[in-house]
């Protein structure tokens, strides 16, 4: 064991970061991601102090989902340890492994390479005094969401899934894995995402292409808040490739959607 891990045994685990939660989902492509960030995004409107740490070693997309792809962020020494600067965009402070790998590279990492690179942007960036950290995890269930209940004291953790039937059977594991028996992290509630589809030139046209209110109704059954409904906009997968998310304005129908949700989580 080295020094440098012993330090880090004996300081507090973020003492001065009053929130953290974790975003997760059943499986991938249900718009986790962009839950993550719209919702950062909006947490940092409310005049909250945000950061984001993209877990998803396997598919990392904050960085372009934030227009940061291209920027590195900075080693620091401040009280005599070694902290990683994170890269502020939107009133966000990001940290992700996208930034210090490749995406080639970190597909062959086995389990173990994973958690410990978690571990390290958890207990090196240089997050300060934050209201709010999401962490958004890869999809399903592995062993970096162990590593995360088991290094950080989790305050909370919200589950996206979308209403077709399929992604709501893995929510239940996916739940379930925060409500263990040695885990016991308190699962805040599930945002629907892709609840229904919207032209944005019509915005009060809904056509529930993935079927109607299947997060709703499954909430209900877990006895789960529902913190929000996020319909499918051209605009917010635009946002998400263009590198400006949509809850950068707040008037804006999709940015009201992901207001609502940040106050429904607070
Ligand atoms: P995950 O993190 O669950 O794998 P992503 O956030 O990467 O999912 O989303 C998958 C794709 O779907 C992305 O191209 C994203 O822009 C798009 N997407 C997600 N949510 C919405 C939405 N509400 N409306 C339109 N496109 C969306």
Redesign the pocket.
Known sequence: ITAKAIHQMERPVLPNVKNIIAVA?G???????????NLAVALAKTGAKVGLIDA?IY?P?IPK?FGAESIRPVGDKIEGREVIQPVVQFGVKILSIGFFVNVEDALVWRGPMASNALKQLIMDGHWGELDYLLI?LP?GTSDIHLTLVQTVPVTGAII?TTPQDVALADVIKGVNMFRGKTVDVPVLGLVE???W?TPEELPDNKYYIFGKEGGKNLAEKLGLPLLGQ????????????EGKPVADDPTSP?GQAFQELAANTI
């Open positions: 989902s499986k991938g492509g249900v718009g986790k991601s962009t839950v993550s960030v998803d598919g997309s989902m958004d999809p996206v995402n892709m609840a589809f996020i319909p499918i906009v051209q605009g917010i997968r635009e946002g998400g490739d999709m």
